[in-house]
Structures are given as C-alpha cells and as structure tokens.
C-alpha cells in the first residue's frame, strides 16, 4: 500500500478521494491555492499544503509545485481527481520521473485518446462504430462542402482540440457551411491554439449515454455499465443516471463489449470512460470521445454495482489485478446523481458568494458528495459546481421520488442554486418517460421563471422581507428615540413605593 | 409601519404592525384586494441562522440577506430580490430610472469575474441586443448586451481586469 497520496485537486473530488485514502489506511495530502484555504477539502485530509495564487493557472495546475509538495511530504503516490491534469501526460511522466506513482492511466493512453482524430482512427481499427464523417481535418471551406455533400446534412463542424461545448456547430443548411467553418477555426485558435477542425454527421435525436471501463496492468478489462448524461445546460452535464432507460438489454451488452474493445486497444489501465452518441431513434451507438480519468458522475456506477471506483483505481496503481470479474458486475436497481451548481437556475450565469445556510439532505439511499458549508465563500475562480446528491431505488421511479425528496430537504442560501432547476426536470414528462435527448433543457424545457419558481407562494417571500425591513428600521428607530417619556418611569416608581 | 415593495416586478402595498405576540400583515397587490393576514410570533421564529416560518400550515425555512431597501430571500431553494421602500417617492423614482440595460446609465457587473473581451469603444452608437463585453467567471463565458440603442459615454474596465459584483464597467449616453 502506499505510505501517503497527495491530491492535486480541489472541492467535492479531492474529499472523495481522501475518504477513500482514509479507508485504506492511507495519509493523504491536499493542496489548495490562496483561494482555497477555508475550503472543506483542506480540513479533511491529513496534511494540506499552499501551492499558490488563486487563478489554477498558477496553482492547480502548476506542475513542478505540485511533485515538490509531493516530495517534501513524502507523498509516493497522486492522484489528480477530473479536471485540471488528470488527462495531462506531461504531468504523468513528470511524476514517473519524479519516481512518484501517478494513479490513472498511462500517458500513452492520454495521448492516444488526447486527440480526437487520431482516437477515431484507433476505434475504427477496433471496430467500433463511428460517427460517419470526414476522416481527418478539413482545410478548406471547399473541403467542407465536399463531405457534407457525401454524408449529408445536418452536420457539425468541430474544433479538433475542442471540448466543453467551445469550438463547435451545428449545419442545417447549406447557407450556414461558411459561416459555421469559420468561426469553429478562429474559436479552436482562440480557446486550444489549434484551428483543426473536422465534420460529422449530426444525430438528430441524441442521447449521451457512456460506459465505464477498468483496466489493470495485467492486461484485464471490464466494463460497468451504462450512464445516461444526457440532461445538459451549455454542453454540461447536470443529471446522470444509471442505467439508462433508453438502452435495451441487447444493445447495452454490444456497447459494454465495444467499449471493453475499445480500452483494450490501447491496453487502458485504470478507471476510464468511453462516450457514445445514441441515436433514440435508430438505437444506434457511435464512439464519441474516451475520458481517460474519473468522472464527475462516477458515483452512480459506485451505486448501482457497489464498488467503489477509487480505492479500485488505488489498486490497479499498486499493480494489483482487478478485484473483480466481468461475470461478477451486475446492476442492481437505479441510481440517479444531479449536480448542484452555484449558479442561477434560469440564466445559468455563475452566483459565487457567501454560503449563509447549508443544511444536506439524508436519509435512506441518499449519498451528498458535497464542500458546502455554512460561512464558506464559493470563490469566482473554478468550476460552479459544489456539491454532488445521488440516489438509489429499486425501481427508477422509486429513485427519482428519492431525489426529489432528497432535493426537498437541501437547504442552502446566501448564493444562488440551480436546486429548483433539478426538482422541475424531475417532474416533466419527457425525463419521467426516458425520451429525453442532450436538447431537452435548450429544445423541451422551458426555463421560465414561473414554471421553476412555482413552488413557493410570493406572499411567502413578501411576508419574511416585511418582517426584515420592520425590525431593521425598528431598530434604527430605537436609537433615534431613546428618551422613554419620563411618566412611565416616575409612574413605576410610584407603585413601587405604594 | 407601511412600505411599498415591488417583487418580480409586481408591485405591492405592505403594512406591519408588531403585536407583543403577533405580527399583522396587510398586503395589496398593485389595484387589487387588501389581504390580512394575523400570524403568530410562535409562527415565525428564528433558528439557527433561518427562521421556520408555518404559513397556512405550510413549513417553511426562511433565510433573508441584505438591507436598506433590497432584500433576497431564500426559501425552498427559490429565492426572491424584494424591493422594500417607506417613502413613496423612492419607489417612483426606482421604477422611473429602472428597466433593463440601456435604460441604465450604465452597465455593471452582477457578479465577480474577469473581463475577457470589450466589442465597443468610446463615442460608439450601439443598436439594441448587441454585444458590449464577455466577462468570465467560473469558468463560464457570459455575454453582455445592450436591451435598447445607446451612445457610449465611458468604458471603465480594460481586458484582462477582474472586477467586483457591482462595480460599474461602461458608462452611457442617450444617443
């Protein structure tokens, strides 16, 4: 076992993976930056260290601070969390050289699955369906003309660095290619210094739906399973849920199997992610992108299988074989996550701030990966998200029910959250029957302000800030007037003396 | 005490007065009924750092931020900016100077963040829902724009700077 694991990461994740640490027995080592020094997962884990300014440009992703923590501390392992260098393979061999552990995968598995054009070409040689498309990068506007008139419309241009919704459009018409081409260039230029773009065919009725995949270095590879992500804002997603109701039992199997085929290809070691469009329609799948780190939602496969995904990753990093067995996996019933946000339900704009009151939900089947607290300051600097409910059920109705119970008891104010947001998805139709695509919060939602605020009365809120307003101008009041009229006093001491 | 207060843009009528054991509460939507409500001081009492406020028999946990004459309150994870006036005129004068963008005389930040890109320049005419300036915060590209015809008086931030919630960052004139 390692003697002590630094976590080069921030908020909910860095906690996850300290609990895991703790639960194995092992120290674990956080680093925060200036911002962060009262953020829970500072003090949580067992030593904590500065490694500088705010901006993560200068301190969560500053590399050589990082490994000297590491070292200093006697850290012999680090886990990177998702975001910041966990699909950074500069950053892994910097560790191997450091002669510290890096527990994911390989930096050849990053960089094969790092870029987009070159990761197709690797599924197609292991036969797993692709989007039909261009094949490469195109140059030319004439270039693009060319493709989309041999797989035909609607396509989407894309940035070949792209990613988080940055670098891409979508085509419907012809008028639209050169408009389309030329800012997906001057966004991959601006966003990634890469103006590569490619095309694709345009899956009219898409779900995102994914399949995690574990390596070891012994050669063995399994799948666990779906996750459906496909309800998004801004090309994130918001609400997973495993297993996915749109998938059936024989095409779940193919895309396990292709997704195994995948990992395998690249011998993947560690935990990974192979991201499939889904056409509802057709049932059709096709290889997306693979992330080659955990993901945000990975707690729903913790449920639904009941391993935990972390300490297994800690394991394969010792050289250890995988723990279990493909026939070993199953599912057992569902489990949903919804990512809770600082941020405003209707406009998604960011509301960093003072945490006033923050109470988490419990309960049975519920599980809050969370680093709110009451007095803590969200800073403007990283990702909104904060924390993380997932809830499990026999059924899928039963889960959803859970959550939205869950939700109810969530208690947070001072900043802004899209909590009300996640509690009207669970009522509308198209989530409850499973049609629901990645559009449906921009195509069958309608994000009004009366439809997601319906649920308390105005008078409700008119009331507590009357009564606010009163006491503050009250209190103001009292000041002005402290000279009490002599006759009440001279009137109490009169009856005294009687 | 009477206020005037104003909620999503619907405007009220709001009396309080405080009993030793109650609070009356009278509240008349803009031209409509007055309706009064007789609650118990048992009925909104303060714990923690939020008050449980039972209404018609409905828990409520209320937590109320701010001052003077704006207020935001939380409740059920919904919350809610009320506008709180005592005297008449403020009231007027709010709603006069008020509307969105451009009926401002300038536009400020809603929340912290860094400024990514500036479309407009000093002495330019701007049509209405076009561009001025992206501010990033949190990761998250957030577009500015003009809700009606304006004539750039000042533009106080450069690209690159970080600025506060509040902190004003163009200046305009009527074109």
Same mark, same amino acid.
């Given at each position: 076992m390692?003697?002590?694991?630094?976590?080069?990461?921030?908020?909910?994740?860095?906690?996850?993976?300290?609990?895991?640490?703790?639960?194995?027995?092992?120290?674990?080592?956080?680093?925060?930056?200036?911002?962060?020094?009262?953020?829970?997962h500072?003090?949580?884990?067992?030593?904590?260290?500065?490694?500088?300014?705010?901006?993560s440009?200068?301190?969560?992703?500053?590399?050589d601070?990082?490994?000297?923590?590491?070292?200093?501390?006697?850290?012999?392992?680090i886990?990177?969390?998702? @975001?910041?260098?966990?699909?950074?393979?500069?950053?892994?061999?910097?560790?191997?050289?450091?002669?510290?552990?890096?527990?994911?995968?390989?930096?050849?598995?990053?960089?094969?699955m790092?870029?987009?054009?070159?990761?197709?070409?690797?599924?197609?040689k292991?036969?797993?369906?692709?989007?039909?498309?261009s094949?490469?990068?195109?140059?030319?506007?004439?270039?693009?003309r060319e493709?989309?008139?041999?797989?035909?419309?609607?396509?989407?241009?894309?940035?070949?660095?792209?990613?988080?919704?940055?670098?891409?459009?979508?085509?419907?018409s012809?008028?639209?290619?050169?408009?389309?081409?030329?800012?997906?260039?001057?966004?991959?230029?601006?966003?990634?210094?890469?103006?590569?773009?490619?095309?694709?065919?345009?899956?009219?009725d898409?779900k995102?739906?994914?399949?995690?995949?574990?390596?070891?270095k012994?050669?063995?590879?399994?799948?666990?399973?779906?996750?459906?992500?496909s309800?998004?804002?801004?090309?994130?997603?918001?609400?997973?849920?495993?297993?996915?109701?749109?998938?059936?039992?024989?095409?779940?199997?193919?895309?396990?199997?292709?997704?195994?085929?995948?990992?395998?290809?690249?011998?993947y070691v560690?935990?990974?992610?192979?991201?499939?469009?889904?056409?509802n329609?057709?049932?059709?799948?096709?290889?997306?992108?693979?992330?080659?780190?955990?993901?945000?939602?990975?707690?729903?496969?913790?449920?639904?299988?009941?391993i935990?995904?972390?300490?297994?990753?800690?394991?394969?990093?010792?050289?250890?074989?995988?723990?279990?067995?493909?026939?070993?996996?199953?599912?057992?019933?569902?489990?949903?996550?919804?990512?809770?946000?600082?941020?405003?339900?209707?406009?998604?704009?960011?509301?960093p701030?003072?945490?006033r009151?923050?109470?988490?939900?419990?309960?049975?089947?519920?599980?809050?990966?969370?680093?709110a607290?009451? @007095?803590?300051?969200?800073?403007?600097?990283?990702?909104?998200?904060?924390?993380?409910v997932?809830?499990?059920?026999?059924?899928?109705?039963?889960?959803?029910?859970?959550?939205?119970?869950?939700?109810?008891?969530?208690?947070?104010?001072?900043?802004?959250?899209?909590?009300?947001l996640?509690?009207?998805?669970?009522?509308?139709?198209?989530?409850?029957? @499973?049609?629901?695509?990645?559009?449906?919060?921009?195509?069958?939602?309608?994000v009004?302000?009366?439809e997601?605020?319906?649920?308390?009365?105005?008078?409700?809120?008119?009331?507590a800030?009357?009564?606010?307003?009163?006491?503050?101008?009250?209190?103001?009041d009292?000041?002005?007037?402290?000279?009490?009229?002599?006759?009440?006093?001279v009137?109490?001491?009169?009856?005294?003396?009687? | 005490?009477?206020?005037?207060?104003?909620?999503?843009?619907?405007?009220?009528?709001?009396?309080?007065?405080?009993?030793p054991?109650?609070?009356k509460?009278?509240?008349?939507?803009?031209?409509?009924?007055?309706?009064?409500?007789?609650?118990?001081?048992?009925?909104?009492?303060?714990?923690?750092?939020?008050?449980?406020?039972?209404?018609?028999?409905?828990?409520?946990?209320?937590?109320?931020?701010?001052?003077?004459?704006?207020?935001?309150?939380?409740?059920?994870?919904?919350?809610?900016?009320?506008?709180?006036?005592?005297?008449?005129?403020?009231?007027?004068?709010?709603?006069?100077?008020?509307?969105?963008?451009?009926?401002?005389?300038?536009?400020?930040?809603?929340?912290?963040?860094?400024?990514?890109?500036?479309?407009?320049?000093?002495?330019?005419?701007?049509?209405?829902?076009?561009p001025?300036?992206?501010?990033?915060?949190?990761?998250?590209?957030?577009?500015m724009?003009?809700?009606?015809?304006?004539?750039?008086?000042?533009?106080?931030v450069?690209?690159?700077?970080?600025?506060?919630?509040?902190?004003?960052?163009?200046?305009?004139?009527?074109?």
């Amino acid at each position: 076992m390692f003697k002590k694991v630094l976590i080069a990461n921030r908020g909910e994740i860095a906690i996850r993976v300290t609990r895991a640490c703790r639960e194995l027995g092992v120290n674990s080592v956080a680093v925060f930056s200036d911002a962060d020094r009262e953020s829970l997962h500072v003090f949580l884990a067992d030593e904590a260290y500065n490694i500088g300014p705010a901006p993560s440009i200068e301190s969560y992703l500053k590399m050589d601070k990082i490994i000297e923590v590491a070292k200093k501390s006697g850290a012999d392992a680090i886990h990177p969390g998702y @975001g910041f260098l966990s699909e950074n393979s500069d950053f892994v061999r910097k560790c191997q050289e450091a002669g510290i552990n890096f527990i994911g995968p390989t930096p050849e598995n990053m960089d094969a699955m790092g870029d987009k054009l070159s990761a197709k070409a690797l599924m197609k040689k292991a036969k797993v369906p692709t989007v039909p498309g261009s094949d490469g990068a195109v140059e030319t506007v004439e270039q693009a003309r060319e493709v989309i008139a041999q797989i035909g419309l609607p396509v989407i241009i894309k940035a070949s660095a792209g990613g988080g919704g940055k670098g891409m459009r979508v085509v419907k018409s012809e008028s639209e290619i050169e408009s389309a081409f030329r800012a997906c260039r001057s966004e991959g230029q601006n966003y990634f210094a890469d103006p590569t773009v490619y095309i694709e065919k345009f899956v009219t009725d898409p779900k995102h739906i994914e399949i995690q995949v574990f390596g070891d270095k012994h050669g063995n590879v399994v799948h666990l399973f779906e996750r459906e992500c496909s309800v998004q804002r801004r090309h994130q997603k918001i609400i997973e849920e495993s297993p996915s109701p749109s998938v059936p039992a024989e095409v779940r199997m193919k895309m396990g199997e292709a997704a195994v085929r995948a990992a395998r290809e690249i011998s993947y070691v560690g935990a990974g992610t192979i991201e499939f469009i889904f056409d509802n329609s057709t049932k059709e799948f096709y290889f997306m992108e693979m992330n080659t780190r955990l993901q945000v939602e990975h707690p729903i496969t913790e449920i639904v299988t009941g391993i935990d995904l972390v300490k297994e990753q800690i394991h394969v990093a010792l050289g250890h074989p995988l723990s279990f067995k493909q026939s070993d996996l199953k599912q057992k019933g569902h489990a949903i996550e919804v990512r809770i946000c600082a941020e405003d339900p209707i406009s998604y704009k960011p509301s960093p701030g003072l945490i006033r009151a923050c109470r988490h939900p419990q309960g049975p089947f519920v599980r809050c990966d969370s680093y709110a607290y009451p @007095g803590y300051e969200v800073p403007i600097y990283y990702d909104p998200m904060i924390a993380k409910v997932i809830t499990w059920g026999e059924t899928r109705e039963e889960a959803i029910a859970r959550m939205d119970r869950a939700l109810s008891e969530f208690i947070l104010s001072g900043i802004k959250s899209n909590i009300v947001l996640h509690k009207s998805i669970l009522k509308h139709p198209r989530f409850l029957d @499973g049609t629901y695509t990645t559009q449906f919060l921009e195509k069958n939602f309608e994000v009004i302000e009366p439809e997601i605020f319906k649920f308390v009365d105005d008078h409700v809120f008119l009331i507590a800030a009357a009564i606010t307003a009163f006491n503050d101008r009250k209190s103001k009041d009292i000041r002005q007037y402290n000279v009490f009229p002599n006759w009440k006093r001279v009137g109490r001491k009169m009856q005294l003396r009687l | 005490m009477y206020f005037e207060a104003e909620i999503k843009g619907k405007k009220y009528k709001v009396d309080v007065v405080e009993q030793p054991r109650n609070w009356k509460i009278s509240l008349q939507e803009d031209g409509g009924q007055w309706i009064h409500y007789d609650l118990s001081k048992e009925d909104y009492k303060k714990s923690e750092s939020y008050f449980s406020f039972l209404f018609k028999g409905v828990s409520y946990l209320v937590d109320v931020v701010g001052k003077d004459t704006e207020y935001t309150v939380f409740t059920r994870n919904s919350f809610r900016s009320v506008k709180i006036f005592n005297d008449e005129m403020l009231l007027h004068e709010s709603l006069k100077a008020g509307g969105g963008l451009g009926g401002d005389k300038e536009l400020k930040s809603g929340m912290p963040g860094k400024i990514i890109e500036i479309f407009c320049k000093e002495g330019d005419v701007v049509k209405a829902n076009k561009p001025l300036i992206i501010m990033e915060a949190m990761k998250m590209e957030n577009e500015m724009r003009t809700s009606a015809d304006v004539k750039i008086k000042q533009i106080c931030v450069k690209q690159g700077d970080s600025v506060e919630a509040g902190a004003v960052l163009i200046k305009f004139d009527n074109p």
